[in-house]
């Protein structure tokens, strides 16, 4: 009964680095999605995927890549690490045509220093 | 696009009282879902309740209802009996209806409730 499972939790990087942020689903969903949320802010769509092979950009897409090669798994990319990319990340899931619920990962809080 | 608004950065209501948080959202569309999340300390995002648009009824889940006026573009959320676990940020948030690039949420900045004993 895991969910939706994003790693890692915390990771603190340096101005300049990479890293990818790892989501995976266990429940079949067809769509999966990336949200950061900033203090004040809400949550701001960075990329979204419809299906396998699939992916689109949403609001705040600029510093990120994403991919999606299977059902289950929606890594995040942040290549070039800056300090405006110090936030909470949030992956989520949901299965079109049902209710309109998605579903949410804990969160991963990311520090560039 | 659709945009959602909360105005109410902040609030807070005693324990066992009643509170009620605002939402409007603006769109041109004919239907969709609204949704309340609730995102205590933990930081996990959690389904509150969902209205449909088409439906004139307003939703209710146990202590928790909803005011959709749909006309107006106005999605509030009644807390009754407010509880010290209701301690948490809430987000108003709107998907249109349809699969496709519809399926997704946008959310309001948010509303931090403060449920004090």
């Known amino acids: 009964n895991a969910g939706v499972t994003q790693t890692p939790k915390f990771r603190i990087l340096k101005i300049g680095q990479s890293m990818t942020l790892q989501c995976a689903q266990d429940?079949?969903?067809?769509?999966m999605y990336w949200y950061r949320q900033d203090p004040g802010m809400g949550l701001k769509l960075i990329y979204y995927s419809v299906g396998a092979g699939i992916t689109d950009k949403g609001e705040v897409p600029n510093g990120y890549n994403v991919s999606r090669s299977t059902t289950e798994d929606f890594p995040l990319r942040l290549e070039l690490a800056a300090p405006s990319q110090t936030s909470v990340y949030f992956c989520?899931?949901?299965?079109?045509?049902?209710?309109?619920?998605?579903?949410f990962g804990e969160g991963s809080r990311l520090t560039v220093l | 696009a659709q945009t959602v608004t909360q105005s109410q950065p902040e609030m807070s209501v005693q324990e066992a009282e009643t509170v009620t948080l605002s939402c409007t959202y603006d769109t041109s569309e004919s239907n969709y879902y609204l949704f309340w999340y609730k995102q205590p300390p933990s930081r996990q995002m959690i389904l509150v309740i969902r209205q449909e648009a088409y439906k004139q009824q307003n939703a209710t889940e146990n202590r928790f209802s909803v005011n959709f006026q749909k006309a107006a573009k106005s999605f509030s959320l009644k807390i009754s009996d407010s509880q010290l676990g209701d301690t948490a940020m809430y987000f108003c948030?709107?998907?249109?209806?349809?699969?496709?690039?519809?399926?997704?949420?946008?959310f309001g900045k948010g509303t931090l409730l403060t449920v004090n004993p």
């Open positions: 989520a899931s949901g299965l079109a045509g049902v209710t309109g619920e998605l579903f």
């Open positions: 948030a709107f998907m249109k209806q349809g699969g496709g690039s519809n399926y997704k949420l946008t």
């Open positions: 429940m079949n969903h067809n769509y």
